[in-house]
């Protein structure tokens, strides 16, 4: 992995504590400006959560894994309804709760900084 995100990963180990729920704000915060991929991004998730850490607070699917199924919902949804999808229907589609859409789409935001 690159050293900027080995780097990123260091910072947010050093600021929380086995156990502690680190936001996806602050996984941003940590990122920077740096460009990230996909990739990069899963990979310093599960880092994190190997490490005893949670990133978002959900138990069950990863960050990264909610956003395809959301992405792929959206466009679908989009296609069907003439128009951009709401919350609810969005978590329909997926099969995620709607804190988890909201999640995935603040994932999002952040992965576009």
Known sequence: ??????????????QSAPGAELTLDAVGDALGDRAVTPDEIGWLLDELEAAGRRVGGAPGASALTALNGVLASARALRNELGRPARVDELA???????AEV??????????GR
């Open 102 to 111: 909201r999640r995935a789409l603040l994932f999002a935001r952040v992965m």
């Open 92 to 98: 329909a589609r997926s099969g995620l709760s709607e």
């Open 1 to 14: 992995m690159r050293a900027a995100i080995r780097e990123a990963l260091g910072l947010l180990l050093a």
